[in-house]
């Protein structure tokens, strides 16, 4: 059984102003446990729209959300059980920061759940271990962090409440490119250790491309592919009518491709283009 | 959500009432309310109703943002009525245990709750068809002869605009901030009223950090282009009177008179 699944799901800002906006058109779909799903799509195309209404921070018009199989807003009373198993990083999280150390923030979350004492101190430690804020920086005031040092901390703010589902609204955005990768494997490696279902939105199409097991293409309000970044990304003219692109390795070996190298098809990572080039120059002798 | 108040929302638009310049529009007003206030009968009442509801017309903002508006002040009509029906003096038409209630009583609470709306309805006509920039502006000019008494009005009117400016920007800041805690967990819903008053820290602090980080980035910039106040400052836009803006002064005046005619020649009836 899918761990999410949501059925026509619709969600309109503003209803009966000037200003309605349809940001969810008629969304469904369904993500299976311990799966990476990487959120794609142009500004404005409803990707933030589409994780809130996951953790029942948006109820929404029409359609439903199911997690395990139960409808989220069955009993809206127990709404605050679902949010800690489908947490949320929200775009630009340094701004919710708000105890006097970070150590007291980070625990904020976990102790909203109930948790205390020892099991509280392990869980926030532990969660500080995983985005690798080190021991010193937790008792200072998280107002006196540096920008990523900030994010870091409001990751872990979210990953200290166990959640099942991490939802990561493009926590990468405005981080340099070491800080970027270092951020990314981090995350990488929570998954291996905790299994969990992440669901990343991204601008970066390299980042996705990297991570993701399933890529799912929002362009307004719908949805509009979910697939292997494989395919996905072998669909380049629809991508680049949504205002999206493939990742800049892909277009590279794609036209080394047409000029004649023997290179394979639906390379997505530097990692990989490094391999086909060794085997190609080794083939050929070169090497 | 919290951005659902519509009272002084301004809503995009280009009717008659959208162009009409800003500093007419709330010197229209003030005249408008000193005639809601000048209605003694029920003629006169009728027509400034009538000439309330042609604005309404004409603004081309949907009703029910009027009516959404209203909502905000239906208490105090509400009050305000009961009180004037039971305590309107006179000879009591109706008469249960204390209660007493006399004819000129209910007309009191029909004036009343009448005027209350009629008040409403032009105050968000005005805020729904004008941009807060163009208010202040006008503000700032009708504002102009106070400098003789060394008012600073430019100073005051540039603070109305920036706390006009950041508003829907605090709410919605509020919003995300809301509910980023929310999704930690934050129970902002259930408790008592310190309980929630508790609940509700966690979304002032960083409230209040981005709202001082804003102010301190907007002073930077200010001063970055050289902002000094208002001695010397030309305007990029500047206000005309246009045929419309007389058009609209003209039918006032005739509004006016017809009240005044009424108040002459029909008895008041409160
Ligand atoms: N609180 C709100 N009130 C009204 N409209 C909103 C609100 N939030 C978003 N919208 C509108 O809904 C649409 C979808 O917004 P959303 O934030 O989901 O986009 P997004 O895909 O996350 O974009 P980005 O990549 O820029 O973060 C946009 O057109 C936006 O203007
Ligand atoms: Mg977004």
Redesign the interface.
């Known amino acids: 059984m899918s761990l999410i699944e949501v059925k026509n799901l619709s969600f309109t800002y503003?209803i009966?102003?000037?200003f309605e906006k349809k940001a969810v058109d008629d969304l469904s779909l369904s993500i299976n446990e311990g799966e990476i799903i990487g959120l794609i799509g142009h500004t404005g195309s409803g990707k933030s729209t589409f994780v809130?209404t996951l953790?029942g921070?948006i109820k929404p018009t029409e359609g439903q959300v199911l997690l395990e199989g139960k409808d989220i807003w069955e009993k809206p009373k127990e709404i605050?059980k679902v949010?800690?198993k489908v947490?949320?990083v929200?775009q630009y999280?340094e701004?919710?920061?708000?105890?006097e150390t970070v150590y007291k923030d980070i625990s904020?979350?976990p102790a909203?759940?109930g948790l205390s004492g020892d099991d509280l101190d392990k869980t926030v430690r532990r969660a500080a271990r995983f985005v690798s804020l080190n021991d010193r920086l937790l008792d200072k005031s998280p107002?006196d962090l540096s920008g990523g040092e900030k994010r870091r901390a409001a990751i872990a703010?979210?990953i200290a409440?166990d959640p099942d589902v991490l939802v990561l609204d493009e926590p990468t955005a405005g981080l340099d490119p070491k800080g970027r990768d270092l951020l990314l494997s981090q995350i990488i490696g929570y998954h291996r250790e905790r299994k969990n279902t992440i669901i990343l939105v991204s601008h970066s199409m390299e980042d996705v491309a990297r991570v993701a097991d399933r890529i799912m293409v929002m362009n307004r309000g719908k949805l509009e592919m979910l697939d292997t970044p494989r395919a996905v990304f072998s669909r380049v003219e629809e991508l680049e009518r949504m205002g999206l692109r493939v990742p800049q390795i892909t277009r590279v070996m794609t036209i080394l491709r047409e000029k004649g190298y023997d290179f394979s098809d639906g390379i997505l990572t530097v990692g990989q283009a490094f391999d086909e080039v060794l085997s190609l120059l080794k083939k050929e002798g070169k090497l | 959500m919290i951005?659902?108040v519509?009272f002084g929302q301004f809503?995009?638009g280009k009717s008659v009432i959208h162009r009409l310049d800003p500093r007419i529009k709330i010197v229209l007003l003030i005249a408008y309310i000193v005639f809601v206030f000048c209605t003694f009968n029920f003629v006169s009442l009728a027509i400034v109703s009538a000439a309330t509801i042609a604005v309404i017309l004409l603004s081309g903002i949907?009703f029910?943002?009027y009516v959404k508006s209203l909502k905000v002040v239906i208490i105090i009509v509400l009050i305000t009525s009961l009180l004037n029906i039971f305590y309107g003096g006179g000879d009591p038409i109706f008469e249960w245990g204390i209660i007493k209630i006399s004819l000129s009583g209910i007309y009191r609470a029909i004036f009343v709750s009448v005027r209350i709306v009629l008040l409403i309805l032009l105050s968000s006509c005005l805020t729904f068809t004008t941009t807060p920039t163009d208010l202040t502006d006008a503000i700032e000019r009708l504002m102009k002869p106070l400098k003789v008494l060394h008012v600073k009005v430019h100073e005051i009117a540039m603070m109305m605009t920036i706390a006009l400016r950041f508003v829907p920007t605090l709410l919605e800041?509020t919003d995300?901030?809301m509910?980023?805690?929310?999704?930690?967990?934050?129970?902002m819903e259930s408790g008592g009223f310190i309980k929630k008053i508790k609940a509700m820290?966690?979304?002032l602090?960083?409230l209040f950090?981005?709202a001082f980080r804003r102010a301190y980035e907007l002073a930077v910039a200010m001063e970055c282009r050289c902002y000094r106040g208002g001695d010397g400052r030309t305007r990029m836009k500047t206000l005309h009177m246009k045929p419309l803006d007389y058009v609209s002064v003209i039918l006032s005046c005739l509004l006016l008179t017809g009240i005044i005619l009424c108040n002459i020649f029909l008895a008041p009836i409160i």
């Open positions: 503003g009966g102003t000037p809130q953790n921070l605050r949010r800690f947490g949320m929200f999280p701004y919710q920061l708000f105890d904020f979350g909203n759940k107002f703010g979210v409440m | 951005r659902d519509s809503m995009p949907p029910r943002m800041e995300k901030i509910s980023a805690q929310k999704a930690r967990g934050a129970d820290t966690p979304v602090i960083p950090v981005s």
